[in-house]
């Protein structure tokens, strides 16, 4: 009796941003999917996983790449300028990856929905509701996947945590603390290009609100948010330096708890953490302490720690290795969510029959803990954040904002003003 041969399938892929996210992540991604001849599934078969095509504003981070990873990719076409993303749009892609600076997410994945391609957008999604909602109606309208980059929830210590809590072995939290803090190597010259106007809490608090709301559920009910400004930027202006955001949550027993969460990108570049993050959960019933940083490893090599190296490491999130069997590697939770939405993308596109791919595109929808929809009280906390820094800036400090009272979704109370600003009327729960 003879067996048919498995199905093989090709998805292409194009890359919107290739700056530190990309090389981290995305690249060894492909460059793995390439040399492993790409994803296999019962459901959907073989499906290969090209590198199809790459836009940026220059240009030049993606020519570098197509010289040095010659073998490492297929031949990948690279779209440079104002129109990069349209071209590229216009290309043969299946799907389009985000990962441009925060505050050019919205225009880039509103044109990947509008093309009818598939989108992974990294995080924050998008710095409003009002955004949000227009993504996911076009999502719908086109019916494709718009999903979020959202790694830290593969870690596999905050898969842990959510065990615990879904087990009911830690019970009801009672308020949490959460810190990350990069080196000023970041802002002052990674990010140099675009860090005007910015705080690291857009940047990076977005993994530790989405953390919060994925693992314990309940209602986001208020935000509030200070700073430090003066080494990015003048002590006066736009940009900070650091920022401490408090959320309020409440659960359906009526209980509250809140969330503190840290966020700096001026840390010394010799701190012995590349990025120093920590959480700390407390709960009726017990303690949940967790550091990214400190998981038993300590290096010195003479010459070389800490600058070249540092001298704790994480080996979760994205590591490089020499296999036992002889084999390089580099891989880790920061990849690994990468793939997932690919083969989310695969399953939906091949997983079975052409007329039951609304249901499998439903059944993909609703994965909470990557999909647009499900982003909304996390959207919300950075909205509200960045509009409580904008009214600091201008000599307001100590604003407040509230979600889903009587006057708004997302209201802005000023100290001093009778008058509450509605930075977004709808509701922000659903």
């Given at each position: 009796m003879t067996t048919s041969p498995p199905a093989v399938h090709t998805l292409r892929a194009g890359m919107i941003g290739l700056g530190m996210i990309f090389d981290e992540t995305y690249r060894p991604f492909f460059e793995q999917a390439h040399a492993t001849g790409g994803l296999y599934d019962p459901r959907f078969g073989l499906c290969r996983v090209e590198f199809a095509a790459a836009a940026s504003r220059t240009g030049s981070r993606a020519e570098a790449y197509r010289k040095a990873s010659s073998g490492k990719v297929a031949e990948f076409r690279n779209f440079a300028g104002n129109d990069s993303v349209a071209e590229l749009l216009k290309s043969d892609v299946d799907f389009?990856?985000?990962?441009?600076?925060?505050?050019?997410?919205?225009?880039?994945?509103?044109?990947?929905?509008?093309?009818?391609?598939?989108?992974?957008?990294e995080k924050p999604s998008v710095l409003s509701l009002q955004e949000l909602d227009e993504l996911e109606r076009i999502a719908k309208q086109k019916n494709v996947l718009a999903k979020v980059v959202y790694h830290k929830l593969l870690d596999p210590d905050h898969k842990k945590l959510r065990t615990l809590v879904v087990?009911?072995?830690?019970?009801?939290?009672?308020?949490?603390?959460?810190?990350?803090?990069?080196?000023?190597?970041?802002?002052?010259?990674?990010?140099?290009?675009?860090?005007?106007?910015r705080n690291p809490g857009t940047y990076v608090a977005g993994h530790y609100i989405q953390l919060i709301d994925f693992t314990f559920g309940g209602r986001l009910k208020s935000v509030s948010c200070t700073g430090q400004r003066g080494l990015v930027g003048p002590a006066d202006g736009p940009t900070w330096d650091s920022n401490q955001l408090r959320l309020i949550y409440e659960y359906s027993d009526g209980r509250e708890a809140a969330f503190d969460i840290h966020t700096s990108w001026v840390t010394p570049d010799n701190f012995p953490g590349y990025v120093e993050q920590e959480v700390q959960f407390r709960f009726d019933n017990g303690v949940w302490n967790g550091h990214s940083r400190?998981?038993?490893?300590?290096?010195?090599?003479?010459?070389?720690?800490?600058?070249?190296?540092?001298?704790?490491?994480?080996?979760?999130?994205?590591?490089?290795f020499a296999e036992p069997w002889g084999e390089r590697s580099q891989r880790g939770y920061g990849i690994e969510v990468i793939e997932r939405f690919v083969r989310e993308v695969a399953y939906v596109e091949h997983g079975g029959p052409a007329g039951e791919r609304g249901k499998r595109l439903s059944e993909m929808q609703r994965l909470g803990y990557n999909d647009l929809a499900a982003d909304r009280q996390t959207v919300a906390a950075v909205q509200a954040m960045e509009a409580i820094l904008a009214k600091h800036v201008e000599g307001h400090p100590n604003c407040v904002v509230e979600v889903d009272s009587s006057t708004g979704g997302l209201v802005l109370l000023v100290p001093g003003s009778k008058e509450p600003h509605v930075l977004y009327p709808g509701r922000v729960g659903k």
């Amino acid at each position: 009796m003879t067996t048919s041969p498995p199905a093989v399938h090709t998805l292409r892929a194009g890359m919107i941003g290739l700056g530190m996210i990309f090389d981290e992540t995305y690249r060894p991604f492909f460059e793995q999917a390439h040399a492993t001849g790409g994803l296999y599934d019962p459901r959907f078969g073989l499906c290969r996983v090209e590198f199809a095509a790459a836009a940026s504003r220059t240009g030049s981070r993606a020519e570098a790449y197509r010289k040095a990873s010659s073998g490492k990719v297929a031949e990948f076409r690279n779209f440079a300028g104002n129109d990069s993303v349209a071209e590229l749009l216009k290309s043969d892609v299946d799907f389009a990856c985000v990962a441009t600076p925060d505050d050019r997410h919205f225009a880039a994945a509103k044109a990947v929905l509008e093309a009818g391609k598939h989108l992974l957008l990294e995080k924050p999604s998008v710095l409003s509701l009002q955004e949000l909602d227009e993504l996911e109606r076009i999502a719908k309208q086109k019916n494709v996947l718009a999903k979020v980059v959202y790694h830290k929830l593969l870690d596999p210590d905050h898969k842990k945590l959510r065990t615990l809590v879904v087990d009911n072995e830690l019970q009801h939290v009672n308020n949490g603390y959460c810190t990350l803090l990069e080196p000023k190597s970041i802002s002052g010259s990674q990010f140099a290009e675009w860090i005007t106007g910015r705080n690291p809490g857009t940047y990076v608090a977005g993994h530790y609100i989405q953390l919060i709301d994925f693992t314990f559920g309940g209602r986001l009910k208020s935000v509030s948010c200070t700073g430090q400004r003066g080494l990015v930027g003048p002590a006066d202006g736009p940009t900070w330096d650091s920022n401490q955001l408090r959320l309020i949550y409440e659960y359906s027993d009526g209980r509250e708890a809140a969330f503190d969460i840290h966020t700096s990108w001026v840390t010394p570049d010799n701190f012995p953490g590349y990025v120093e993050q920590e959480v700390q959960f407390r709960f009726d019933n017990g303690v949940w302490n967790g550091h990214s940083r400190k998981r038993g490893v300590e290096l010195t090599i003479e010459g070389s720690t800490p600058f070249k190296r540092k001298t704790t490491v994480n080996n979760h999130y994205n590591g490089t290795f020499a296999e036992p069997w002889g084999e390089r590697s580099q891989r880790g939770y920061g990849i690994e969510v990468i793939e997932r939405f690919v083969r989310e993308v695969a399953y939906v596109e091949h997983g079975g029959p052409a007329g039951e791919r609304g249901k499998r595109l439903s059944e993909m929808q609703r994965l909470g803990y990557n999909d647009l929809a499900a982003d909304r009280q996390t959207v919300a906390a950075v909205q509200a954040m960045e509009a409580i820094l904008a009214k600091h800036v201008e000599g307001h400090p100590n604003c407040v904002v509230e979600v889903d009272s009587s006057t708004g979704g997302l209201v802005l109370l000023v100290p001093g003003s009778k008058e509450p600003h509605v930075l977004y009327p709808g509701r922000v729960g659903k």
